[in-house]
């Protein structure tokens, strides 16, 4: 039973470029959901897809984007990057059913930016 | 505003022994929290969770206890084992009224000496 896989593990950018991470979700999940983790913090919730929509969104700019596709896996976007994009990005997934849905996460991308 | 509060950051015990990690929430709105483990490179890993309806929730050695009332839980781990030191975040949810973003605490650092 394949877990959440993202991509890259690791990877390093300038300030001002654009950067895509992407996401395959844990097999039978239908939903995606993102978070931004900066060190000592605990994880926090940018966005989360369902039926290639985005069915709600955190407190993040719009340089922040994503994208669902008809496989349920998903990319994460981020435009004109600054030094604070600087974080470990999570992918997690779940199935859409009524009431609480647990978050099974994968192993995250670290992004530094320069 | 913190919604979600681990207020130690850290927490040490002897191999053998109760292992009580606390979180504190103030979103009366919340319903569903859950206990993630995180080991250092990779993504937080599910241990357990209760819904609000419940106050307590067993799965072997994890124990998780949720009083309403004082708007608290506690995760249990008995006997603690040193596989089990690692970043302990508490996180909720308020699926009833339409979120399913997970609100993490800062984490607890649980060593667990041999």
């Known amino acids: 039973d394949a877990g959440v896989t993202q991509s890259p593990t690791h990877l390093i950018k300038t300030r001002g470029q654009q950067v895509t991470l992407r996401c395959s979700p844990k097999?039978?999940?239908?939903?995606v959901s993102w978070y931004q983790q900066a060190l000592g913090q605990g994880p926090q919730f940018i966005f989360q897809y369902y039926e290639e929509e985005e069915r709600q969104r955190g407190n993040f700019p719009d340089r922040f984007s994503g994208h669902q596709f008809p496989n349920y896996s998903s990319e994460l976007n981020v435009n004109a990057l600054l030094l604070g994009d600087s974080a470990l990005y999570l992918c997690a997934s779940s199935l859409k059913g009524r009431g609480q849905e647990t978050q099974y996460f994968g192993p995250g991308t670290r992004l530094l930016v320069l | 505003d913190q919604q979600v509060k681990q207020n130690s950051p850290s927490l040490s015990v002897q191999e053998g022994r109760i292992s009580i990690l606390n979180c504190d929430y103030t979103?009366?709105?919340?319903?569903?929290f859950l206990w993630y483990k995180k080991y250092p490179a990779e993504g937080p890993t599910f241990l357990i969770s209760i819904s609000s309806i419940k106050d307590k929730n067993e799965d072997g050695r994890f124990t998780v206890f949720l009083n309403k009332s004082a708007k608290h839980l506690s995760l249990h781990i008995v006997p603690s084992q040193p596989g089990d030191s690692a970043v302990y975040f508490c996180?909720?949810?308020?699926?009833?009224?339409?979120?399913?973003?997970?609100?993490f605490g800062k984490g607890t650092k649980l060593s667990v000496i041999p």
């Open positions: 097999s039978g999940h239908d939903t």
């Open positions: 996180a909720a949810s308020a699926t009833g009224a339409g979120s399913y973003q997970l609100t």
């Open positions: 979103n009366s709105m919340f319903d569903y």
